[in-house]
């Protein structure tokens, strides 16, 4: 059976109110990754079998039969690997994350949205002289709503409540932090409740990650380097917060979405969603504060404060957040460079979908009739909020581009340089016919094959060593600096990088400028350079490892169906084992995971300032080297490779791939040159897809226009009604968006539009009948909404 991986990696917009439509996209994304999951399970799921079935919402029961109509050609995983928000999508991201790594629920958060995200609940308290002042403008602001807003705002409800907002605390943000805090605790609470150590939705092996942006009011310092000055100093405010959750082994997780760290998602939304003016800047104190008055504790704060917020406590403190959307609102880069991390256990299908709540119609750019001068006002509130929150996207998914043009050269440079290498290390291997290599013989092969390589390459050589050289000596500095900020000492990591090419002039000498030379001089020193690489150089083996993965990978799409006896699961449980010691390598440049006598012995290095001793440079290298223990790792890759390559693989498999791993010195000496980076990871294309409500394609041809979008994406925070429709259409048009996305990702096979068709409707109706007992404040929603999926996929 062919195995594809539908990988999501998902951005979440900012926008207010809209986090409530947003919600409703979450809820449908968990669903289909949950179903998923069940289809995936070991034990198939049969629909028929009510006990089965009975904790399975309706609408996870659809989406198991959608992937179900694609057996027994091809077997479907929808995963999601990587999470992006800022913002109101900020506060989902951190939702749906804690809900995948986990396998949580999140049905009880519709009461979050629905009940408390109501004006009236969010304000501040008000007493006093205040309220009773203010409460004689009751007249002038109705006049005010009536005339000003008429046009726009026609429920009674809503004016009355912008009225009781406009008596709230002036010049002071009229929104509680601290409310808002407790109920996003409570609901963490309620997720937790059916928390499991060992359930998740993360597939064995792979890893989540979250990332939520925060804008610091007052930004850190940052030293650049340039040429007069020698150094300037610039202000950082923006801060990606970054979680995760990685699957070891089965039931083994390593995570951060764990109860432990409920606080330290409830302070990221919290940052995240600070929308200027609307609620106070967060602060680490007021997150204390709540905390201490409902009598819970934070026992990660310090790994949050240190790891992840990054910084010292007494900073920390010191500092005041405000929403992320200020400084990104659309957060693709940090998805874009995660996605480049990814292993694929399977064939995999790259979409990276963004929820966009208000999609621009394209006639936003239209210059207004008449007078085109903005007033002072307007002027004000477009340039602290409208414009910087809605920067375009266009540089991001000209990234994303320029990283399939990538793969693409890649797969071509590869290509081409397949039929020297076969030959050369044709050369190399003995003939032993379909007989494995013992781990000897590979280790032999590789060294000669690593040899030959550098020897034919010749001149070549040289820039592709110095290329290396340079990118390990930057890798290396940063790993100095980072231990040394572990252990207390502020050590920049420009003047590491500057010793270390001290370090590297002194130790190489480029061998046609030997003559140049006086006796007296001592002669080249390679054998520092290749020491420096071989106790270092942790790039480069995970370059191989890459490099054999992706040749795995061409086994699902071009050979395994040659060789009939290739069971498609081991090649999943071969590449599972490589993509372990790929994590193993990439631990490596991990500060935390060295002994803290490392971390203080770099921290020495700064006792001089700018000028570092090389001597003790060299002596912090060769203690980091030895930790990282390469030579022997090399040695286990061998061991791994021949043992389980000859479990896993027939034995035509088993050679092409060996032939791989030992040839891979041949391709590197190419690739890297042209491409510099360790991009064997996933060479697949990235497709993009939308989710917004301009692509309900399937009940509505133009789409429509969300209720929040009103009072400046504030509007549903007045409006119970409102809440329901946006909520309820976020389910429905992310139905249809996944269901389309799934489709188009599956080319192998293509559904009968009648069927559907079907699954559609279904889709639709389960997740009328599941929300229908909940929504209740417009009589007319739900029918309004069955007479539509009547009228355009017909009815029983």
């Given at each position: 059976m062919k195995q594809i991986e539908i990988r999501l990696a998902l951005v979440f917009y900012g926008g207010v109110s809209l986090a409530i439509y947003m919600h409703g996209v979450s809820r449908e994304i968990l669903n289909l990754v949950k179903a998923s999951s069940c289809h995936g399970a070991r034990e198939p799921l049969d629909l028929e079998d009510e006990a089965s079935c009975a904790l399975l919402s309706p609408t996870t029961r659809v989406y198991i039969a959608l992937l179900q109509a694609y057996d027994p050609d091809i077997n479907v995983r929808v995963v999601v690997d990587t999470i992006a928000g800022a913002s109101a999508?900020?506060?989902?991201?951190?939702?749906?994350?804690?809900?995948?790594?986990?396998?949580?629920?999140?049905?009880?958060?519709?009461?979050?949205?629905?009940?408390?995200?109501?004006?009236?609940?969010?304000?501040?308290?008000?007493?006093?002289?205040?309220?009773?002042?203010?409460?004689?403008?009751?007249?002038?602001?109705?006049?005010?709503?009536?005339?000003?807003?008429?046009?726009?705002?026609?429920?009674?409800?809503?004016?009355?409540?912008?009225?009781?907002?406009?008596?709230?605390?002036?010049?002071?943000?009229?929104?509680?932090?601290?409310?808002?805090?407790?109920?996003?605790?409570?609901?963490?609470?309620?997720?937790?409740?059916?928390?499991?150590?060992?359930?998740?939705l993360v597939p064995n092996g792979q890893t989540l990650d979250l990332f939520v942006t925060l804008t610091d009011y007052h930004g850190r310092s940052q030293r650049i380097r340039i040429d007069e000055p020698v150094y300037i100093d610039e202000r950082e405010h923006r801060r990606i917060l970054k979680f995760s959750c990685h699957h070891r082994t089965p039931g083994v997780l390593d995570s951060q979405f764990t109860p432990a760290f409920a606080p330290a998602h409830v302070f990221a939304a919290r940052a995240t969603s600070s929308f200027p003016g609307a609620f106070p800047p967060a602060t680490i104190g007021e997150m204390d504060k709540v905390l201490a008055e409902r009598g819970e504790t934070w026992d990660t704060r310090m790994s949050f404060l240190t790891n992840i917020l990054g910084g010292t406590e007494d900073d920390l403190l010191r500092r005041a957040f405000v929403d992320g959307s200020v400084v990104m609102n659309k957060p693709f880069a940090p998805v874009i460079a995660a996605i480049g991390e990814r292993p694929a256990t399977r064939e995999v299908a790259r979409r990276l979908v963004y929820v966009d709540p208000v999609p621009s119609s394209g006639e936003r750019g239209k210059l207004p009739e008449g007078d085109s001068v903005p007033g002072f006002f307007r002027v004000i509130l477009s340039s602290l909020a409208h414009i910087p929150r809605n920067e375009p996207i266009g540089d991001d998914l000209r990234a994303i581009e320029a990283r399939n043009r990538r793969a693409r050269r890649l797969a071509e440079v590869i290509a081409d340089t397949e039929p020297m290498v076969e030959r050369e290390v044709g050369r190399i291997l003995p003939d032993a016919g379909d007989k494995p290599l013992t781990i000897e013989e590979l280790t032999q092969c590789r060294t000669v094959a690593n040899e030959a390589a550098h020897r034919q390459a010749g001149y070549a050589h040289l820039g592709y060593q110095t290329l290396k050289l340079q990118a390990l000596a930057e890798r290396v500095s940063s790993l100095i600096a980072a231990l040394s900020a572990r252990a207390g000492v502020i050590l920049q990591e420009e003047d590491v990088i500057e010793a270390m090419r001290a370090f590297l002039r002194d130790a190489s000498v480029v061998e046609g400028q030997s003559h140049s030379r006086s006796k007296a001089e001592p002669q080249a020193r390679p054998d520092r350079i290749i020491a420096f690489l071989r106790l270092l150089d942790v790039d480069y083996r995970i370059r191989r490892l890459r490099f054999v993965v992706r040749k795995l990978n061409s086994f699902y799409q071009s050979r395994a169906h040659e060789v009939a006896a290739q069971k498609p699961d081991d090649l999943d449980a071969l590449k599972r084992e490589l993509y372990e010691q790929i994590d193993k390598l990439q631990n490596c440049w991990s500060a935390q995971s060295y002994p803290s006598e490392i971390a203080e012995a770099a921290a020495e290095l700064a006792v001089g300032g700018s000028s570092i001793d090389l001597s003790q440079l060299e002596a912090v290298m060769e203690q980091i080297g030895r930790h990282m223990g390469l030579v022997n790792l090399d040695r286990l890759h061998d061991d791994v490779f021949a043992v389980m390559s000859f479990t896993y693989l027939?034995?035509?498999?088993?050679?092409?791939?060996?032939?791989?791993?030992?040839?891979?010195?041949?391709?590197?000496?190419?690739?890297?040159?042209?491409?510099?980076?360790?991009?064997?990871?996933?060479?697949?294309?990235?497709?993009?897809?939308?989710?917004?409500?301009?692509?309900?394609?399937?009940?509505?041809?133009?789409?429509?226009?969300?209720?929040?979008?009103?009072?400046?994406?504030?509007?549903?925070?007045?409006?119970?009604?409102?809440?329901?429709?946006?909520?309820?259409?976020?389910?429905?048009?992310?139905?249809?968006?996944?269901?389309?996305?799934?489709?188009?990702?599956?080319?192998?096979?293509?559904?009968?539009?009648?069927?559907?068709?079907?699954?559609?409707?279904?889709?639709?109706?389960?997740?009328?009948?599941?929300?229908?007992?909940f929504l209740t404040a417009d009589p007319e929603l739900i029918p309004s909404i069955e007479a539509m999926i009547a009228s355009r996929l017909g009815s029983d």
């Open positions: 999508g900020g506060v989902n991201g951190v939702m749906l994350s804690r809900a995948i790594a986990h396998d949580l629920p999140l049905d009880d958060h519709r009461n979050l949205w629905l009940e408390n995200a109501d004006v009236t609940k969010l304000a501040q308290p008000q007493d006093g002289l205040s309220r009773f002042l203010k409460s004689g403008m009751s007249p002038v602001i109705d006049r005010m709503i009536t005339s000003g807003l008429k046009a726009q705002i026609t429920s009674a409800e809503t004016r009355e409540k912008l009225r009781l907002l406009t008596q709230s605390r002036w010049f002071t943000p009229p929104f509680s932090g601290e409310r808002y805090i407790g109920w996003m605790l409570d609901a963490c609470r309620e997720m937790d409740r059916d928390w499991r150590p060992k359930a998740t027939v034995p035509l498999l088993r050679r092409e791939l060996t032939r791989a791993y030992i040839g891979f010195a041949f391709y590197d000496l190419i690739t890297l040159p042209v491409f510099q980076r360790n991009d064997f990871s996933e060479v697949n294309e990235t497709l993009v897809d939308r989710i917004s409500p301009r692509d309900a394609s399937s009940l509505l041809d133009e789409g429509f226009q969300l209720k929040g979008s009103a009072l400046n994406t504030f509007g549903a925070f007045f409006n119970r009604s409102w809440r329901e429709h946006d909520y309820l259409w976020g389910r429905l048009t992310a139905a249809d968006r996944l269901v389309a996305i799934l489709q188009s990702s599956i080319q192998a096979k293509r559904l009968p539009q009648d069927q559907v068709r079907g699954l559609r409707r279904r889709l639709f109706l389960a997740i009328l009948e599941e929300e229908q007992p």
